[in-house]
């Protein structure tokens, strides 16, 4: 199957600082992907949708000058906490999607964990 | 706008036992129904999906029937294994609520977890 893979997996920051986390679809190129945050014992909460070449799609509540999302590539999408604080620690999750249909399968990374000091 | 409610968890079976894992949602028109399974360390995969009312989704020993009257898409599996423990997410995209590009709206996952 399609394999999505993000970086880094773990990461630990200070108060204030930014941090990138990059999305990459490896074996097949992904016009639209999504990033989506999970709390502990918590469903998926999705946060944008990209798609390769034009702007992300932020949902409601999610601020767009916080959570920095570039999809610069078919394959590479990467979201940028600025001035991260403790309250944005939490487990990061992109998704890709080779199409734009509504039942294309979307493939999932793995997911990386943050921890803001 | 769309929603998705899972049973809540957790869920703890033997092995051998049959599983049921309800899921109940909220969309206009015709969805698309998803339930995704997310393994220890892992991310989420694609379990089983349908597309359209009446469609059974199978994968893996289980499956889920998408019943548009009573707005369900139950999971189910006849006989579980230790090696099905992990956490269990139905989801939906699309209908006629205007979610673009497939979007997923999730349920709040349930965690089995199914002892020797």
């Known amino acids: 199957g399609a394999v999505v893979s993000q970086h880094p997996s773990r990461v630990i920051c200070k108060s204030g600082t930014s941090v990138k986390i990059e999305c990459r679809s490896l074996d097949f190129q992904a016009t639209t992907m999504f990033w989506y945050r999970q709390f502990p014992k918590q469903s998926l909460m999705l946060m944008a949708t990209?798609?390769?070449?034009?702007?992300?799609?932020?949902e409601q509540g999610v601020e767009k000058d916080k959570f920095l999302i570039n999809h610069a590539s078919l394959t590479l999408s990467t979201l940028t906490v600025t001035s991260a604080h403790p309250e944005d620690s939490s487990f990061y999750i992109c998704?890709?999607?080779?199409?734009?249909?509504?039942?294309?399968?979307?493939?999932f990374g793995p997911g990386t964990r943050l921890t803001v000091l | 706008g769309n929603s998705v409610t899972q049973m809540e968890g957790p869920v703890t079976l033997s092995e051998e036992a049959f599983l049921t894992i309800n899921c109940t949602y909220t969309?206009?028109?015709?969805?698309?129904l998803f339930w995704y399974v997310q393994y220890p360390g892992e991310g989420l995969q694609l379990l089983l999906k349908a597309t359209k009312a009446d469609d059974k989704g199978s994968n893996k020993g289980f499956e889920a029937t998408y019943r548009k009257e009573t707005t369900s898409f139950h999971l189910e599996k006849g006989s579980v294994q230790v090696s099905d423990s992990a956490v269990y997410f139905c989801a939906l995209s699309g209908g006629a609520g205007g979610t673009s590009y497939g979007k997923l709206t999730f349920g709040q996952g349930t965690i089995l977890t199914v002892h020797p």
């Open positions: 990209s798609n390769e070449g034009s702007k992300a799609t932020y």
């Open positions: 998704s890709a999607k080779g199409g734009k249909g509504a039942t294309d399968t979307q493939y």
């Open positions: 969309a206009t028109g015709y969805p698309s």
